[in-house]
């Protein structure tokens, strides 16, 4: 009985704990939203405690053995209650805590991402004009046209009674004039040094590349020769090497010749082959000189004869080759030919028949010995037709005019 009662006791007791709690909840609720959401956890977890300790009270009244196990069962429902508390709370902390060094980081990464972007897009934008500047402008048009943005930051200087602010102004205008001039200058200066370096794989060694004629030779013609598939053939087979055929008449084409015109051979080959070459065709030595690939000008991946580099008056030079009109800079002034083409063996005999050079000697003759004032006006009636057959053919006519230019004399002398 007296158990029974110290039991109810207890209850009423706890009741009353725990209600007070609760109407400090409810008190504060609409207060501090913070305090409420942060206290309703430990007020749930306060009744099962109270509970359990009045569990234990009323065991400590009916016996030392059921008050220790009451007594462990509290601690140990306490314990699990505020690990778990804890363990929430860190966890929450941690999110936080991630979430706002995630946010911290991304936003102190976007300046830096916009920085490196817009000096990229700069770096892209003004490679962009240089490298149009580059193809669009010559070194001397580029020069030229940025003269006054080189000398303006020398130009002018504030005036002596401007204000600090003016004065910082310009200070500050002519600094960021100042940098762009200077790059400028770097930019023609590199341009200057790589175009000259380029000069040398791309330009003719010399401007002048054969010396001053002879005064006694001035109204000399200038007769120049291409030499591979125009006077002879060099041909290459595993079996045998290299083989080099001279082209039929070339002989009698340079004895003849050699009276009336200087003879320079321009070849695009090495000098390393062309001057053995030369040394075995031309025994007699009616060559005078020999032009290899160093004289040449390379333009759009081939190497082009410049005539125009010889040192000789343009209206007395005549350029011979198979492949005139594709390897001379000056066509005004070439003559083409059938190129000469032959392995030895299955075009022998063909090779044989060839008479194109043999062809020439009567119109080149011609030239020589008339003399015109300007040979690429004589060349400009022929409308790039065979030479030779075109001169024959108008000799022919001039012949027959001739003949009937005398019949009709001595008919009106009757």
Same mark, same amino acid.
């Given at each position: 009985m007296a158990s029974a009662m110290f039991r109810a006791r207890i209850l009423s007791h706890v009741s009353r704990i725990k209600n007070p709690n609760r109407r400090f909840l409810n008190s504060n609720a609409g207060k501090d939203p913070a305090i409420s959401t942060q206290s309703s956890p430990i007020a749930d977890q306060a009744a099962p405690a109270a509970a359990s300790t009045a569990t234990a009270a009323a065991a400590a009244a009916e016996g030392p053995a059921a008050a220790a196990q009451a007594s462990e069962a509290v601690s140990a429902g306490a314990a699990a209650q505020a690990s778990e508390a804890v363990s929430a709370g860190v966890a929450a902390l941690a999110s936080e805590a991630a979430s706002g060094g995630a946010s911290g980081s991304g936003s102190g990464k976007k300046p830096w991402n916009f920085l490196m972007y817009s000096l990229i897009g700069a770096l892209t934008g003004a490679t962009g004009y240089v490298g149009y500047a580059t193809y669009a402008y010559s070194l001397d048009e580029v020069a030229e046209k940025t003269k006054a943005l080189r000398e303006s930051p020398y130009a002018s200087a504030p005036p002596e009674d401007a204000s600090v602010i003016e004065k910082f102004q310009f200070k500050a205008y002519s600094t960021a004039m100042t940098g762009t001039a200077k790059a400028v200058e770097l930019y023609i200066d590199l341009r200057r040094m790589i175009e000259e370096h380029l000069k040398d794989y791309t330009e003719p060694a010399s401007d002048k590349l054969l010396p001053d004629l002879h005064p006694s030779e001035q109204h000399v013609f200038t007769l120049v020769l291409d030499l591979n598939e125009t006077i002879l053939y060099s041909d290459w087979k595993r079996e045998r090497g290299w083989r080099t055929f001279k082209r039929p008449g070339i002989d009698a084409f340079l004895q003849h010749l050699g009276r009336f015109y200087?003879?320079?051979?321009?070849?695009? *080959?090495? %000098?390393?082959?062309?001057? +053995?070459?030369?040394?075995?065709?031309?025994? %007699?030595?009616?060559? !005078?000189?020999?032009?290899?690939?160093? &004289?040449?000008?390379? *333009?759009?991946?081939?190497?082009?004869?410049?005539?125009?580099?010889? %040192? !000789?008056? +343009? &209206?007395?030079?005549l350029y011979l080759s198979a492949h005139a009109f594709e390897s001379c800079l000056q066509p005004e002034n070439a003559i083409p030919i059938k190129p000469f083409i032959t392995d030895g063996e299955s075009q022998a005999e063909e090779a044989e028949l060839d008479t194109a050079l043999l062809d020439l000697i009567p119109f080149l003759e011609y030239v020589a010995r008339v003399s015109p004032a300007d040979i690429r006006t004589v060349l400009a009636s022929y409308e790039k037709k065979d030479v030779a057959k075109e001169f024959l053919e108008r000799s022919k006519e001039y012949q027959k005019r001739m003949q009937e230019q005398r019949h009709g004399f001595r008919l009106w002398g009757r």
């Open positions: 200087e003879i320079v051979v321009y070849s695009d *080959q090495m %000098n390393m082959y062309v001057d +053995p070459v030369v040394e075995r065709l031309d025994t %007699n030595h009616f060559i !005078r000189y020999r032009l290899s690939r160093t &004289a040449t000008k390379y *333009q759009d991946g081939k190497h082009y004869r410049d005539l125009s580099k010889l %040192n !000789r008056d +343009p &209206a007395k030079i």
